[in-house]
């Protein structure tokens, strides 16, 4: 899917015809030998599930399941079941739970879904934290065609995903350690959010990212000059209020942050990007980066800070994820 001169209705039409085309709900597509979980599944749950270790494959039937889910296995593949296996509109399964981090101790500790281990991936999953929700019409993350976690570190990786409550709340958080991310068909985000971490890259591509409410999309926390990135490729940033959402700040002094070929809806701010704070800008060493985007909240240089870029080329994927992204990304997604 290219973004060239396309309107938001041709992309998010083309998203739509492309989940109807792949038919409904089909049970014979759980992959051989998966462990199955949920309502004529072989265990209730998915951590029950994992305490099973005769298959690293786990296919989840279609429901609500309440819960945090820890994976401490490696090379761990979890499926659920769809419609539309390569698209959102068709995932069955939820994975909710109702905590925030102040009573859990921490983001990480306040995850629907942590991942503790190297190589998890996950499809059609839609993963929710509903605390402080403040209206059902409100629609969850969606994991839309795969999001895939490849740790290269020992630390933890948490998702995570609040609706509005008190102080500032998480979409996906990528913490202390190296991992490299890959969302396809992306993420529907509420209220006041971030896609943040300190040690990560993270490489967005032909996804809905949706504001639901004023905040930042991006909070990079990169502190030095190192490898990492945030880029969202291809996308459809879309909100429902204008001048709501800006497409980042930086957590920290070293953040870098491209959008490139996407639509930027009228939820955008028209600065585009925000300082930390007043007394703390942390914008010296920063590249928050645009290119060739289009739509109301696409570049303009009359509006935008002066610590924002205007880049005269895109990111390739391999800048963001490596050279060797091929042997850990299912490329079918991209």
């Given amino acids: 899917m290219k973004f060239t001169n396309a309107t938001l209705f041709v992309v998010l039409k083309s998203l ?25 599944g072989h265990y209730p749950n998915l951590t029950v599930a994992l305490n099973d270790t005769s298959s690293n494959v786990f296919y989840i039937y279609a429901g609500n399941y309440t819960g945090q889910t820890l994976i401490s296995r490696p090379n761990v593949t979890i499926y659920g079941e769809t419609w539309s296996p390569y698209s959102y509109l068709g995932n069955g399964v939820t994975l909710s739970v109702n905590m925030p981090a102040s009573q859990a101790g921490s983001n990480d500790l306040s995850g629907t879904v942590r991942v503790h281990a190297t190589g998890v991936k996950f499809y059609n999953l839609d993963i929710e934290n509903t605390y402080g929700q403040a209206s059902p019409s409100i629609l969850p993350t969606k994991i839309l065609f795969t999001f895939t976690f490849t740790a290269l570190a020992s630390h933890p990786v948490s998702s995570n995903r609040a609706k509005r ?18 969302l396809v068909l992306g993420l529907l985000v509420p209220w006041t959010l971030w896609i943040f971490g300190m040690y990560a890259s993270v490489w967005i591509t032909k996804s809905v990212v949706e504001s639901t409410g004023n905040g930042y999309l991006t909070a990079s926390g990169r502190n030095t000059s190192d490898a990492f990135w945030y880029v969202i490729d291809e996308s459809a940033v879309i909100g429902n209020a204008k001048n709501q959402t800006y497409l980042g700040r930086p957590w920290r002094a070293s ?16 600065e585009g990007w925000s300082q930390w704070q007043a007394a ?36 390739p994927i391999d800048t963001v994820l490596g050279s060797n992204y091929t042997k850990w990304v299912d490329i079918r997604h991209l």
């Fill in 280 to 315: 703390d800008p942390r914008t010296t060493w920063i590249l928050f980066g645009e290119y060739k985007n289009f739509g109301p909240g696409a570049w303009n240089a009359s509006t935008r800070p002066s610590f924002a870029t205007k880049l005269n080329a895109s990111v």
């Fill in 165 to 182: 409550s008190s102080g500032e709340h998480k979409i996906l958080y990528l913490p202390t350690g190296v991992i490299k991310s890959t």
């Fill in 16 to 40: 739509i015809l492309g989940a109807i085309a792949t038919g409904s709900i089909n049970h014979s597509r759980i992959p051989a030998g998966a462990i199955t979980v949920g309502n004529g």
């Fill in 255 to 270: 953040a870098r942050v491209v959008y490139q070929k996407s639509y930027l809806g009228d939820n955008i701010k028209p």
